[in-house]
């Protein structure tokens, strides 16, 4: 195996998320199933706090991002469900085709303590980024 670095950065409302609570509302588009899903946005308001990462695995780099020695960060898009898991994820900033699609299937695998309002489960939408790094 290379000298090869993958590292996960949240952007920093997740990190505000991990700390304590964080303001959500409600989004613009229509939910699916009239379910409302909440959208991390700033600290405070609402009472939903975010959700805590409970499994992460690291997305490895294709043979030919290696290959480039391409480095930098693809941001996505995800829903966590009331259930802890990641029901959507979309690449709103994309790095490389590849790599894009590795961001996708590992975050789909990851499992988050579920976002929560007056005590209930409630699923949120946030931004996270997935950089690669190469040594």
């Known amino acids: 195996m290379s000298r090869t670095v993958v590292r996960l950065l949240f952007v920093a409302c997740v990190f505000a ?3 304590g609570s964080v303001h959500l509302v409600a989004q613009d588009s229509p939910p699916k199933n009239d379910e409302v899903v909440y959208e ?6 609402y009472g ?4 805590k990462g409970i499994s992460m695995p690291q997305p490895e780099y294709t043979d030919e991002a290696r290959r480039k020695k391409i480095n930098g960060t693809v941001l996505l898009s995800i829903v966590v469900g009331t259930d ?3 029901r959507e ?3 709103t900033k994309s790095l490389d085709k590849g790599l894009d699609k590795q961001s996708v299937k590992t975050v ?3 499992t988050f303590q579920p ?3 007056d005590g209930q489960p409630v699923p949120v939408r946030m931004d996270v980024e997935v950089t690669f790094r190469i040594r």
């Open 17 to 19: 998320g991990l700390a």
């Open 40 to 45: 991390i946005h700033k600290a405070g308001e």
């Open 48 to 51: 939903v706090t975010a959700p």
């Open 84 to 86: 802890g898991n990641v």
């Open 89 to 91: 994820a979309e690449v």
């Open 108 to 110: 789909k695998a990851w």
């Open 115 to 117: 976002a929560t309002k």
